[in-house]
Structure formats: structure tokens, C-alpha cells
């Protein structure tokens, strides 16, 4: 399969804790970008990346909440000390530069903050 | 304002008939415009894209497109069951790389 992957696709977690998610994008894209999605709602953008470099970051975006892309490939998006409000899908998309930069989703993060 | 608007629904639909969701955009600075699919506890999907004046056709989807009013459409011919889904439109802005979403539109095609 050569989409957009995501790990893991489920997480629960008790609040306070850290967690992790890994996006793996289209071996040939080099925009990576994530959002998060609540119940009835569009997917929110958080943060992109254009090869290793985190180009735009959202004012929304709390610094509980971090994102890398070190080789220009996979991504982490690390949320530390959770808190309710962070349940969530998190979407990772990738796309290519140049064109209409249509961005294709992985499967995403389902997170429940207990 | 809500930068991109949708009407939420749901918009209910006989199989065979064609579906009409709206958006619309108060960035004058949109520069492509998208359409996703979402199935209820799956991700976006994207069906179509957009971005000069007029219509494109890909299968029974198409996509319309009005800068002028600020305005997109996707229109979905011989809507079928397997169609009942929330459909998402986005937009990119000139010289940014997000994509800003509507809230969706849900669409119940009935046999």
C-alpha cells in the first residue's frame, strides 16, 4: 500500500500523560501536514511541514503540542500532559509542491483522554 | 463569518436523482478548491478538485467554481446508497500551504 500511514490508530490514555503518533506519508510527497478532527466538525489544521521544515504552525496550537520531521520523511506529533479536550481523530495528510497541492489523508489517530 | 461555510444537512436524496452541496469562501485570496468524502469513522477522501472558473467533470461528479460570488458546488448525477456520506470542502489560500475546511455537509441517498 503506498498511502498515507498512521501509528497507532487508536490510543487511550489517562490525562497527564504524553503520547506520540507517527505519520508516514506517499514516498514521493514532500508536504507533510496534520490536523485534528472533533465530532461534526471539518479537520482543523495544525501544522505542515515542506520537507524538513516546519513551515506554518497554527495560533490555535497550545505548545503542549510538537511536531518534527527530522529526514524529511516520517513525522511525530507529540502532545505532552493530555488533557480532555485533546480527544480527538489527528489526521495526517501529504501532497506534492506544485499543481493544486491536493492533499491526500492517512487513516489517522483516534485519541481518548480518560 | 466563518471563513468556509456549508450547510450542514443532512440532505436527503432518492438514489437516482443528482445531489447539490454549496460552499462558500470569504478569502478572496482562495486559490484551489477541494472536495472530500468522509464516511463516518473513516478519514477525508478526496473526489475532486478545483481551481479555474467553471465547471469540471470527472465520472458523476462535478465540481463548479464562481470567484466572483465566492462560491463552489459539487453536484453528484445518479447519486447512489453507496454515496450517503459527509462531503468536506476545503481551500487553499494563495500562497499558503492549509487547507481550511467547512464543517460538511451530511448527504442520505434513499433507495
Known amino acids: 500500500d503506498t498511502g498515507v500511514s498512521q501509528d497507532p490508530r487508536h490510543k487511550i490514555t489517562k490525562r497527564g500523560q504524553n503520547v506520540t503518533f507517527r505519520c508516514d506519508p506517499i514516498s514521493e510527497h514532500n508536504r507533510l501536514y496534520w490536523y485534528r478532527q472533533t465530532l461534526g466538525q471539518g479537520p482543523e489544521f495544525l501544522t505542515y511541514?515542506?520537507?524538513?521544515?516546519?513551515?506554518?504552525k497554527s495560533r490555535l496550537l497550545s505548545d503542549r503540542f510538537s511536531a518534527e520531521r527530522p529526514k524529511g520523511s516520517f513525522s511525530t506529533l507529540e502532545i505532552q500532559r493530555t488533557e480532555q479536550g485533546d480527544s480527538a481523530m489527528y489526521l495526517c495528510a501529504s501532497s506534492f509542491i506544485g499543481g493544486a497541492y491536493e492533499q491526500y489523508f492517512g487513516p489517522g489517530t483516534r485519541l481518548t483522554v480518560t | 463569518q466563518k471563513e468556509v461555510e456549508q450547510n450542514s444537512g443532512p440532505l436527503s436524496v432518492p438514489e437516482g436523482a443528482i445531489a447539490s452541496l454549496n460552499c462558500t469562501y470569504s478569502?478572496?485570496?482562495?486559490?484551489?478548491f477541494f472536495w472530500y468524502r468522509q464516511y463516518s469513522g473513516k478519514s477525508p477522501e478526496l473526489i475532486m478538485f478545483i481551481y479555474s472558473n467553471g465547471d469540471k467533470e470527472d465520472g458523476r461528479f462535478t465540481a463548479q467554481l464562481n470567484k466572483a460570488s465566492q462560491y463552489v458546488s459539487l453536484l453528484i448525477r445518479d447519486s447512489q446508497p453507496s454515496d450517503s456520506a459527509t462531503y468536506l470542502c476545503?481551500?487553499?489560500?494563495?500562497?499558503?500551504?492549509?487547507?481550511?475546511f467547512g464543517q460538511g455537509t451530511e448527504l442520505s441517498v434513499k433507495p
Open positions: 478569502d478572496r485570496g482562495s486559490q484551489s
Open positions: 511541514f515542506q520537507n524538513e521544515a516546519q513551515l506554518e
Open positions: 476545503a481551500v487553499k489560500v494563495e500562497g499558503g500551504g492549509k487547507l481550511i
